[in-house]
């Protein structure tokens, strides 16, 4: 199924072909689409490899703080998924990275416990349907309503996903970009972060179980799943 990017991109390759007059202001536009695409692609590409890296607690912490950061600013919109799961990755990195500034400052004052807010999720953020994880469903939004353009967003490969065309139980879906897996069905263009359970990795895949629409999104209900 065609990408609404696609969509996007050949709109704006038929107006610069089409019309001459308007084939600078096209390119511009073209231009402009391609450079946000490929920064936010870059960030998410940086952030991932972040979080899979293992090293000292501050320096994770750092690290993602400075990309999370520019992607929120400039790609959060446009990937509310993704910028659920790196919220979360930076939350996570957060705490540990306070806990070995303290005890860097003074072993005593890191036994100390603070009174600030408790993470809202129990467990770091791990990978849907690792092994030990014990994970055996969760929701995921297969399709996303851009708020802006009002044209849906398809999230996963294996299936022709529509408003009226959705996945039947059994269909396996593969994931097109890293996706948040949440405990509960979210509503609205929010999610409630408490509700974050793990995250489905680009490439991976998940077998349905049962559907659910709804007005920003269209949501499945998956289990972990071999690809082929």
Known sequence: MMSQRLVTV???????????????????AYQTFFSSEAACHRLRTNIVAIMERHIAADAKHALLRKDVTEFERTCGESDPDARSIF??????????????????????L?????????????QPLG?????GSGEQRGWVAISR????????????DGYAITEKTLPPPGTVLTAQRIMPV??????????????LQ???PAG???????????????????APSPCS
């Open 110 to 122: 890191a036994a100390v416990t603070e009174p600030a807010a408790q993470p809202a999720r129990k």
């Open 87 to 108: 919220q979360a990755a930076l939350q996570d990195a957060e705490r540990p990275a306070a806990t070995a500034a303290r005890t860097a400052r003074s072993p005593t």
């Open 127 to 131: 990978i849907f349907g690792a092994a």
């Open 145 to 156: 309503k851009d708020k802006d353009a009002g044209a849906w967003e398809v999230n996963f």
């Open 182 to 195: 949440w405990s509960e069905l979210q509503s609205g263009q929010t999610s409630d972060q408490s509700k």
């Open 204 to 222: 991976a895949c998940v077998r349905v179980l049962a559907m659910r629409a709804g007005a920003a999104r269209l949501w499945a209900e998956v």
């Open 198 to 200: 793990s995250r489905l």
């Open 10 to 28: 050949l709109q704006v390759a038929g107006a610069a072909l089409g019309i001459p007059a308007a084939a600078a202001g096209s390119y511009t």
